[in-house]
């Protein structure tokens, strides 16, 4: 079995979960959005999480490709340096990084758009590579 996603990572972004943080790291975009706008739920749903990042972490272990590119390190970079670009550079997406990084992010919305697709972007590539 491939191991994608970090228990550890998860438990981590949990702590700020009320901004959804860990379920957009394990592919949750929707409730990501719905915990970052409803402070997880006002907090009920955040700490349900507690008990479910486990499931959350087999289920993205199941649902995405392992290889080269680590979920992890594409995570942390697209968290505290996205508006860089680091995170597309390390994925080998050399162009968008650069745009990125001239525009602040391709002026943020592309962070947003990347919080979203991260692990699938993650994912195909790793496929590539793998093929």
């Not at 949750?28 to 479910?52: N, Q």
């Not at 968290?79 to 990084?101: A, D, E, Q």
């Amino acid at each position: 079995m491939q191991d994608t996603h970090s228990k550890l990572i998860g438990y981590l972004l949990w702590i700020f979960g009320f901004t959804g943080a860990h379920r957009f790291y394990y592919g949750k975009p929707v409730t990501g959005t719905i915990w970052f706008l409803t402070l997880g739920l006002c907090g009920i749903g955040w700490l349900i999480d507690l008990f479910l990042i486990p499931a959350m972490d087999r289920e993205a272990d199941f649902r995405f490709q392992a290889g080269d590119i680590d979920y992890t390190v594409g995570w942390l970079l697209l968290t505290f340096l996205g508006v860089f670009g680091i995170h597309r550079m390390y994925m080998g997406k050399w162009l968008t990084g650069i745009l990125y990084l001239c525009t602040f992010g391709f002026f943020l919305i592309g962070i947003l758009v990347d919080f979203w697709t991260l692990n699938d972007q993650i994912s195909v590539k790793n496929s590539e590579r793998n093929a």
